[in-house]
């Protein structure tokens, strides 16, 4: 296959790109600090900026007045007890850029030049007196294809930055020690409470979101007397922050599992209670900070709130809804709900006279765009009030126009995700759908546990759905919403491939995650499906499977 052509003014902005994102490359790497900016000009190196060396990438060939730069570098590691020091060097004239680590031998250097319109890659062992290695898989098949995407990148994109309000080796630094900290007690919280929902994800996600609280109260000097996470929803940012010592509390409609399992300092501050933000008051003293983290139908009264009761606000915005309670409207299809729900709280925000500050956090999540109301440049004004009051009636009609409510969710929750439905009709569903599944051109019969372990064929959601009865679809549609959740709901039997097809999923042997110290930190709950249907059994020993065999 030909070289895809890079011209000049591509090959610069990819460099500009690689020079400080780096990390995405890395997954060791957490983020890339410049620590000093020097330029090459008739042969000596002077002192620069990052503003210098922006400009030189973004200048036209012929027209730059220096020869290249020396960039130094902080590494900031994800795991390592050490962060990790490394030079580049951008020559203008060899249309090349080096990178350089100092003494660490796990990190290969490694070059990129422009060579007559083709991307030349290559690394350098340390162990080997930098002998060039231009077969490297990493450089081949990650770094080269990666620059060709941001050498096709817009500058504005590009100039797209994570954590830009705090000092981000702070946080990376107190990142690691919460993790070191609580993540295994959390985990074996977790277990005891038999919640069935991805405990890494909640644990490392709101771990950061703690460090990110901590960090940016520390760099803005705005550390809370209390503060009040509404919507707390598990508890675990609130039982984080409250082991750091901050003071808080956790309000949620309904108690969670884990509460119960939490020390009595943080049990007693998550209170069970629908937050009308209409009437809401805090009933205790000195919350000068108000969280929404995922806070759901709250999320767009967040500022609201914080205005009224005069405080700081920080809301990770997730579902979106109306200030009403109705689900979102869309404004702008240009862009995604996603993006166009974070624009109308940041309006919300600002109609509430915030300085409306906005930062991207590094979370497991999808939804990680982050509002900060640190100050108001006004006071609650009628002008304010009259906005509030019009968005409260805006999708309601007739008489209920003058109730001026909202729309909160209920205590007690709609279940609809085949719970309800009763296990022997829902056991007879899925083993129906795993033999049509495996129901390929292989006899089951001449199967045996020697034979190489079949996953059977894939089919289409319509090609499923037509070989079930009329009733069945009936039941499981009213349900849980149809046969996509059914299936999403055994996750361990069936997975999505793709273009709508669902097939089997071969069983994955418990990760080096779900161990610490050589301790299971799941506990067995299940008998193993393909232990019991498959008519090769599970193509794993009873160790290694998740599930009891």
Excluded at 338 to 346: E, I, N, P, S, V
Aim: neutral net charge; contains cysteine; charged residues 25%.
């Amino acid at each position: 296959m030909a070289a895809e052509h890079i011209g000049d003014k591509q090959f610069w902005l990819a460099i500009a790109i690689l020079i400080k994102n780096y990390h995405a490359l890395n997954k060791k790497i957490f983020e890339v600090l410049i620590t000093e900016v020097q330029k090459q000009q008739d042969g000596k190196l002077h002192a620069s900026n990052e503003d210098e060396l922006e400009q030189q990438l973004q200048t036209a060939a012929g027209e730059r007045t220096c020869d290249g730069f020396k960039i130094h570098f902080k590494m900031l590691t994800k795991k390592m007890s050490t962060n990790i020091l490394a030079n580049g060097v951008v020559d203008f004239v060899q249309q090349s850029y080096e990178c350089h680590f100092v003494d660490a031998q796990s990190f290969d250097d490694f070059a990129v030049q422009l060579n007559g319109g083709e991307l030349k890659v290559a690394t350098f062992n340390q162990s080997n007196d930098k002998e060039i290695s231009p077969s490297s898989r990493w450089a081949e098949f990650v770094l080269k294809p990666k620059l060709h995407n941001w050498s096709q990148s817009k500058r504005e994109e590009a100039a797209q930055k994570s954590l830009h309000l705090l000092d981000v080796e702070k946080y990376n630094d107190l990142y690691k020690q919460l993790k070191q900290k609580h993540s295994l007690s959390l985990l074996e919280l977790w277990q005891t409470a038999n919640e069935s929902t991805d405990p890494l994800k909640f644990i490392y996600e709101d771990l950061a979101i703690a460090a990110y609280l901590i960090t940016l109260w520390s760099c803005t000097q705005s550390e809370p007397t209390g503060f009040a996470d509404l919507g707390c929803g598990n508890g675990l940012l609130v039982y984080v922050l409250n082991a750091e010592g901050y003071k808080g509390y956790g309000y949620d409609v309904r108690q969670r599992k884990l509460w119960s399992l939490y020390p009595d300092e943080t049990k007693t501050k998550l209170i069970e209670r629908t937050v009308e933000p209409n009437s809401f008051r805090c009933e205790f003293d000195g919350i000068d900070w108000l969280i929404g983290n995922h806070s759901d139908e709250l999320s767009p009264w967040l500022p609201v709130l914080a205005a009224r009761l005069k405080c700081s606000y920080f809301l990770l915005p997730c579902c979106p809804f109306e200030l009403s309670g109705a689900k979102f409207q869309r404004r702008n299809t240009c862009i995604s709900s996603y993006q166009d729900f974070t624009l109308y709280a940041r309006q919300v925000s600002q109609q509430c006279g915030f300085e409306t500050l906005q930062d991207r956090l590094k979370i497991p999540s999808t939804k990680r765009i982050a509002l900060i109301g640190l100050k108001r440049t006004a006071k609650v004004s009628s002008t304010f009030e009259d906005f509030v009051q019009r968005e409260l009636q805006k999708y309601q009609t007739g008489e209920s126009k003058t109730e001026q409510t909202v729309k909160l969710r209920e205590k007690a929750e709609t279940v609809r995700n085949c719970t309800q439905i009763e296990k022997s009709i829902l056991d007879t569903l899925v083993l129906k759908i795993f033999r049509m599944l495996l129901d390929n051109t292989t006899d089951p019969e001449s199967l045996t546990s020697e034979s190489i372990w079949q996953q059977g064929r894939q089919l289409s959601m319509r090609e499923i759905a037509q070989s079930l009865s009329k009733e069945e679809l009936i039941g499981i549609k009213s349900e849980c919403g149809g046969i996509k959740t059914l299936l999403r709901n055994k996750h361990e039997v069936f997975e999505f491939c793709g273009n709508d097809q669902i097939g089997l999923r071969k069983p994955k042997e418990i990760t080096k995650l779900q161990q610490t110290k050589g301790k299971l930190l799941i506990i067995k709950k299940r008998a193993c499906f393909f232990k019991l249907h498959h008519p090769q059994g599970c193509p794993l020993e009873e160790g290694e499977c998740s599930f009891i065999h």
